[in-house]
């Protein structure tokens, strides 16, 4: 289970956050990821700093990025979580991919979060009610990547009132963990795909489109966790599609007497995805294979003069112990989501 904060200035999220973590529950913060991210670049840690830091990167990478991270740490762990410092709806609903993610608002009215600042008297904090006002509407804005917390609190789907004692607030907590871990069991889980299995799935879609029905496979190529190449099964651009007039076969007689046919009209998808990628002046050095199919001899070959250090293959293919040794010796990784065995159609 994840719970989420959100709430005005000196409403009493650390507070909250404090005892969940007292509570048993591991706590992140988004602002934290913004302080690590300043720490790496050598710049001083001020609230500036950090508005600026964070904006950079919803800019750069969407304005969910530091609630996507948070739940990609999330995910590989267990336990209950305590998420801070959402600022803006897409790193909520990042979060909610969860499914058994909360969004709370604690809310305290402005006279008495005013208290609260000139008791703890922080530097930083406003030293005037208008001054409060101020800083609380430049941290909500309506759009853009910088901090949305009014459109945050929109989406809360629950509100705890802190106008009280703290005792107050801890027992209306103690209630609250107990009635979203009882909502929670009855929640199913949503759980993200591995990248492995994102990319192995848009092998899957690009395999639709080839064109030989003796095997309708695909492979990508990826980078960084970036696409740079995909390809399937198929002619020549300009030839003729087995689809459309048949197979061009080819027997092949091997040194053990064994007898095998061969489809010789299209090229494999390993074939097609590296001539794109040297069409388009991309490198594929130090990239990694996605395939249906563990490759061929001779797509193999190829895959290691490319440079490509790692194969990841849905099935293993009939015939591919040569390649299997190749990439051994070549110091490819190769790895198997399914151990079963496939051949192409009529082999």
Same mark, same amino acid.
């Given at each position: 289970?994840?719970?989420?904060?959100?709430?005005?200035?000196?409403?009493?999220?650390?507070?909250?956050?404090?005892?969940?973590?007292?509570?048993?529950?591991?706590?992140?913060?988004?602002?934290?990821?913004?302080?690590?991210?300043?720490?790496?670049?050598?710049?001083?840690?001020?609230?500036?700093?950090?508005?600026?830091?964070?904006?950079?990167?919803?800019?750069?990478?969407?304005?969910?990025?530091?609630?996507?991270?948070?739940?990609?740490?999330?995910?590989?762990?267990?336990?209950?979580?305590?998420?801070?410092?959402?600022?803006?709806?897409?790193?909520?609903?990042?979060?909610?991919?969860?499914?058994?993610?909360? !969004?709370?608002?604690?809310?305290?009215?402005?006279?008495?979060?005013?208290?609260?600042?000139?008791?703890?008297?922080?530097?930083?904090?406003?030293?005037?009610?208008?001054?409060?006002?101020?800083?609380?509407?430049?941290?909500?804005?309506?759009?853009?990547?910088?901090?949305?917390?009014?459109?945050?609190?929109?989406?809360?789907?629950?509100?705890?009132?802190?106008?009280?004692?703290?005792?107050?607030?801890?027992?209306?907590?103690?209630?609250?963990?107990?009635?979203?871990?009882?909502?929670?069991?009855?929640?199913?889980?949503?759980?993200?795909?591995?990248?492995?299995?994102?990319?192995?799935?848009?092998?899957?879609?690009?395999?639709?489109?080839?064109?030989?029905?003796?095997?309708?496979?695909?492979?990508?190529?990826?980078?960084?966790?970036?696409?740079?190449?995909?390809?399937?099964?198929?002619?020549?651009?300009?030839?003729?599609?087995?689809?459309?007039?048949?197979?061009?076969?080819?027997?092949?007689?091997?040194?053990?007497?064994?007898?095998?046919?061969?489809?010789?009209?299209?090229?494999?998808?390993?074939?097609?995805?590296?001539?794109?990628?040297?069409?388009?002046?991309?490198?594929?050095?130090?990239?990694?294979?996605?395939?249906? !199919?563990?490759?061929?001899?001779?797509?193999?070959?190829?895959?290691?003069?490319?440079?490509?250090?790692?194969?990841?293959?849905?099935?293993?293919?009939?015939?591919?112990?040569?390649?299997?040794?190749?990439?051994?010796?070549?110091?490819?990784?190769?790895?198997?989501?399914?151990?079963?065995?496939?051949?192409?159609?009529?082999?």
């Amino acid at each position: 289970m994840i719970i989420g904060l959100t709430g005005m200035y000196a409403s009493g999220k650390d507070s909250v956050a404090e005892y969940l973590v007292a509570k048993g529950f591991k706590h992140i913060s988004l602002s934290d990821m913004l302080r690590e991210e300043l720490n790496k670049r050598g710049t001083e840690i001020t609230r500036d700093n950090l508005i600026n830091v964070g904006n950079e990167l919803r800019e750069k990478c969407g304005h969910g990025i530091l609630g996507e991270r948070a739940l990609e740490s999330i995910e590989a762990k267990e336990g209950d979580y305590i998420v801070t410092s959402i600022r803006t709806p897409a790193e909520a609903k990042a979060l909610k991919k969860h499914g058994h993610f909360f !969004l709370v608002e604690v809310r305290s009215p402005i006279n008495v979060r005013f208290v609260r600042i000139k008791q703890r008297n922080r530097e930083s904090d406003p030293k005037t009610l208008q001054e409060l006002k101020e800083k609380e509407k430049m941290e909500s804005q309506e759009s853009g990547p910088g901090q949305q917390l009014t459109n945050v609190i929109k989406l809360a789907e629950i509100v705890v009132m802190n106008d009280k004692t703290i005792k107050e607030l801890r027992k209306k907590i103690d209630k609250l963990t107990d009635a979203l871990r009882n909502k929670a069991e009855k929640l199913p889980v949503y759980v993200r795909p591995s990248w492995d299995e994102y990319f192995m799935g848009i092998v899957d879609a690009v395999s639709k489109r080839a064109t030989c029905d003796r095997g309708r496979t695909a492979v990508v190529l990826v980078k960084d966790k970036i696409i740079i190449s995909t390809g399937y099964v198929g002619s020549p651009i300009g030839a003729l599609h087995c689809d459309d007039v048949g197979h061009l076969m080819k027997k092949v007689i091997h040194e053990d007497g064994s007898v095998s046919q061969h489809c010789m009209r299209t090229n494999h998808a390993e074939m097609n995805a590296v001539a794109l990628a040297a069409k388009n002046g991309v490198s594929i050095d130090e990239a990694t294979l996605y395939c249906k !199919l563990a490759p061929c001899y001779t797509c193999a070959k190829m895959v290691v003069n490319a440079g490509i250090r790692r194969v990841v293959c849905q099935k293993r293919y009939h015939a591919d112990k040569e390649s299997m040794e190749l990439f051994r010796n070549a110091r490819v990784v190769v790895e198997v989501l399914d151990n079963t065995v496939e051949a192409y159609k009529n082999q």
